[in-house]
């Protein structure tokens, strides 16, 4: 055994829990992990820990995609889904409209546009295709 793989083998007992997605519990343990992460660092590409966060939130992701089918939703519904997780009202997203317009995006009365997709993107931090 190399010196390198020896190296490797010692620091992968202390991370592997942290980087192994395999079941359920692991799971919630890896979402709870990121959220941390998130308050902690947030956006902030330079600090140290910044590569967990992205790796850890790739892995969940991929966890997610195999194990987790979701619900197709529109646009409306995602929005109507993170402001209650967020407890937002409808005055509280000036960036998408009026109280008028996010009422009828949330009625199906009316479609998010390209520019208010981006805008939501970027205020719940997730892939504009999420509202899409």
């Known amino acids: ?17 942290i980087l192994t997605i395999r079941n359920e519990r692991e799971y919630d343990q890896a979402v709870a992990r990121l959220n941390l992460l998130l308050d902690e660092i947030g956006t902030n590409e330079k600090h140290p820990l910044y590569s967990l966060l992205d790796t850890l939130g ?7 995609e195999k194990h987790i089918s979701m619900p197709d939703a529109n646009g409306g519904e995602m929005l109507q889904f993170f402001m209650a997780e967020h407890g ?22 009316r479609e ?4 208010q997709i ?15």
């Not at 937002?88 to 996010?102: K, R």
């Not at 998010?112 to 520019?115: E, K, P």
């Not at 993107?121 to 899409?132: D, I, L, N, Q, T």
């Open 88 to 109: 937002l009202t409808q005055s509280d997203l000036p960036e998408v409209g009026s109280q008028g317009v996010i009422s009828e995006i949330l009625s199906g009365k």
């Open 1 to 17: 055994m190399s010196v390198i793989t020896k190296e490797l083998q010692t620091h992968w007992l202390g991370v592997r829990p």
């Open 112 to 115: 998010l546009n390209v520019r």
């Open 58 to 64: 790739t892995l969940i992701h991929a966890y997610e």
């Open 118 to 132: 981006r805008a939501l993107a970027k205020r719940f931090h997730v892939s504009p295709g999420v509202f899409v």
